[in-house]
Structure formats: C-alpha cells, structure tokens
C-alpha cells in the first residue's frame, strides 16, 4: 500500500491499524544532537489520547510511547527514529453487526473498490488512530523548530456554528475543546450537547500559528510551502478544506486590500504592515507569522439510522454503535499543529542547499 510516507530529507512513514497490536511511525533524517526523551513525545501524544472529556471517544488508551531506536543518551543519533504505541482497549466486537456494509461518511467503499477488501474495525488504515504516528513525528519536529526559534502552535476556531470571539493563548489548555475564548468554548460544549442528544455529530475549523519563521524556505513550483503544507494539512482524515492567510476570503477583495505592504522594523530589517498572504508568498516564506487553517467534517459515526447498501449492493439501514468522537476537531488540533511542524522541518532541511554561501557556511569552506 503506496502513501504511508511524507517528506523528503525529514521522511515520517506511519503503519498500524486501529483494531491492530500497535500503532507507530519511523522518522528518518532527523539532525543527530538534537535533545529528545519520550516524556516529550508523550505530551505531544496526551493532547490527542480519547477517553479526556465528554467529547471524545470513550476508548481508553493510555498511548504511552516507546522510543525503540534513534536516540543516546537523550539525543538523537541521526539514524531512523522508530516509535511504538501499543493498542489496548479494541472492541472489534461493536463493528460485527455493520461488517457487510458500508458506512456513509467512511472510506469503507473506496477502500473496498482499491483493494479488494475494507477493514470494518474502525477502519483499519484509514481510522482517526492512525495519527498517533503524525504527532509523535511532529513532536520531534516541533523540538528541531524550537532549536531554531520557530515555535508554532493550533487551536480550535469553530465548532459547528459557534466561532471564536476573542482570543487567549493561555485560554487554549484551559478548555477541552481547545478554544482561545472560554465564553465560545462553553456555547459550542451547549451546540455539542444538542447535537449528542439528536445521536448527531459536528465539524468545526481549526487554525495553526507558526512564530519566527525563516524567510526564504520553500520553492516556486511543484514544492511551494503553501502547496506542501496544503498536502499535509489535506492528508488528515476528515478534513475537507485548507486556508493560507486570508485564504478563500481573498477571492472577494482586491489588489489594494489583499497586497502587504512592505517597510523596515525598528532593526531595519525588511517586514510587512499586514499579512495577508499568510507568511507565504509565491510558495516562499517571507518571515511573516505563518497562518493555515483545518476545516474538519462532522464525525461519520453517529447513532441516527442511515440508509447504505451492503458490499453485495443490497439496500439496507444502519445504526452505528461503539464509541466515537462526537466531533474530532479537539483532538485533532495537535495533529494540525503536528503536520505543519512536519512540513516546515523537511522544507528547512531541503532549502539548506539552494545558495552556494549557504553550503559553505556548513562544510566551513575558506
């Protein structure tokens, strides 16, 4: 099965499935040197783990990591990292009733029509548990941003059609739903409530800060940031929609209002007076703080009779039972926040050879 890899210097491949023994990643390229315990990985990993509020899944995993290979003495050796969760609490029992069908909202047919078979489990490759391996590797990679000044960090913006209002980055973790806003993050724990009562679910938008970007990392063609971030951020189950900067909103202004301005700060260096373009311009990050944005669909799983059809095409109605998010975009905040870091510690890596200074600034070149 092709697609478990990303990037190109800072490779991450994932395996595992939902219902499996484990589930895990192998990072490859990583810098030797840099400082890495499990302890930081694992707190990476708690953002994510269900089972911490009314609004995640009741399957309770602990997710604790091991560290199999790539680290010394507490950093890293530049040889591939590999890193393992055990799977511990699967009821493939609550999935036997739907075995035969397929699930509206779910991969289950597509799935079946690429590769002769689904994995009714929760499904398999394609279930929410597969990115457990995405945010151990972005927490690695968020520790090599951080050696280099660059911190990032996402939050939830929206859940259904309640929006944030104001904005606390302290008020992030205070909240289980991840809201900078606490008045927001208790109207759309109320929208959560009516939808659970309704056996109903609810998408939501989650946004991604990165502070202290370099400028100039990314390519002007295939491999522009914005596109690679893009793939990234769309490579996530369940999200339906990517935006940079002012993103959609920039197809109804004009020139005049959509161009940055550029000036010099109070070090003479050079910066813009707005940012509209997000940090990015033509595929290239210009210094400015990086700003993309998730939209995530409601969870598929609801306990509402839906019509499907079995895999033998016979018409039917389902009712899913089990336990399920009633909205993944809590715990998939981190995820964001993970695959951006990702991204930017491959383009980092990659954009280290595109000037001839820059290479003899590495190999000490007189």
């Not at 499990?38 to 997710?63: C, N, V």
């Amino acid at each position: 099965m092709l697609g478990s890899s990303f990037g190109t210097i800072f490779t991450i491949t994932t395996w595992g499935e939902s219902h499996g023994k484990g589930v895990g990643v192998v990072v490859d390229g990583c810098p030797a040197g840099l400082s890495l315990q499990e302890e930081t990985i694992q707190a990476f990993l708690d953002r994510r783990k269900p089972g911490k509020s009314r609004y995640s899944t009741k399957r309770t995993e602990r997710d604790r990591v091991q560290i199999l290979s790539g680290v010394f003495e507490g950093h890293t050796t530049g040889t591939p990292l590999s890193m393992l969760v055990f799977n511990t609490d699967q009821r493939s029992k609550d999935y036997s009733e739907i075995a035969r069908c397929y699930r509206p909202g779910h991969a289950d047919y597509s799935f079946d029509v690429k590769y002769g078979f689904h994995d009714y489990r929760g499904g398999g490759r394609s279930s929410g548990r597969e990115t457990i391996g995405r945010v151990a590797a972005g927490a690695v990679a968020s520790q090599l941003l951080k050696a280099l000044g660059i911190k990032l960090y996402a939050y939830t913006r929206s859940i259904g059609p309640i929006s944030i209002r104001s904005f606390s980055q302290d008020e992030i973790g205070n909240n289980s739903l991840y809201m900078p806003d606490a008045e927001a993050a208790k109207e759309a724990q109320q929208w959560l409530e009516s939808c659970m009562q309704q056996n109903n679910s609810s998408g939501g938008l989650i946004e991604c800060i990165v502070h202290g970007m370099i400028p100039g990392v990314g390519d002007p063609i295939f491999d522009k940031l914005d596109a690679n971030l893009a793939k990234a951020i769309m490579s996530i189950g369940a999200v339906k929609g990517v935006e940079i900067g002012d993103g959609f909103a920039a197809a109804y202004s004009t020139g005049a209002d959509n161009n940055d301005a550029f000036t010099l700060d109070e070090q003479g260096r050079i910066t813009k007076l707005t940012n509209h373009a997000g940090g990015i311009l033509g595929g290239i990050s210009d210094g400015s703080d990086i700003i993309l944005r998730a939209a995530f669909k409601p969870t598929p799983s609801i306990s509402s009779p839906q019509k499907t059809v079995t895999c033998s095409g016979e018409p039917t109605e389902i009712i899913i039972h089990g336990r399920h998010d009633p909205v993944v975009v809590p715990r998939a905040v981190v995820v964001v926040e993970a695959m951006t870091a990702i991204t930017l510690a491959d383009a980092l890596l990659c954009g280290m050879g595109s000037r001839l200074d820059n290479v003899k600034k590495v190999w000490h070149y007189d």
